[in-house]
């Protein structure tokens, strides 16, 4: 069964830099489509990327698009999220999520695999 673990996450100052990293076991992280989700206190959930299993095509919001990459090292069984120009809207508990399908998932479902969370704060 498959299990993810995010770490990367902590405090920093606007304009700063983090790499999230979704580590899997128990099943190939390649044989999902893995996407990243971050919920802020008092706002609903928000697919932040999303990266297929085909041909590793991606999603991003528009609300990160051009500061955020996505990125799958299948050797390592790991997802990753490099997230640029950080700002304090991007305060939230991001979510590693994985669903078995083909196609690109910019909508992911509650019976779909979710790690844990890592929480990210900026604030100066």
């Known amino acids: 069964q498959l299990q993810l673990v995010e770490s990367g996450g902590g405090l920093v100052t606007p304009g700063g830099s983090l790499r999230l990293s979704c580590a899997a076991s128990?099943?190939?992280?390649?044989?999902?489509?893995v996407g990243w989700v971050r919920q802020a206190p008092g706002k609903e959930r928000e697919v932040v990327s999303s990266?297929?299993?085909?041909?590793?095509?991606?999603y991003y919001a528009d609300s990160v698009r051009g500061r955020v990459t996505i990125s799958r090292d299948n050797a390592k069984n790991t997802v990753y999220l490099q997230i640029d120009s950080l700002q304090p809207e991007d305060t939230a508990v991001y979510f590693c999520?994985?669903?078995?399908?083909?196609?690109?998932?910019?909508?992911?479902?509650?019976?779909?695999?979710w790690g844990q969370g890592t929480q990210v704060t900026v604030s100066s």
């Open positions: 999520v994985a669903a078995p399908v083909m196609g690109l998932v910019v909508t992911f479902r509650d019976h779909d695999t």
């Open positions: 128990g099943d190939t992280l390649a044989n999902y489509c």
């Open positions: 990266i297929s299993r085909v041909d590793d095509s991606t």
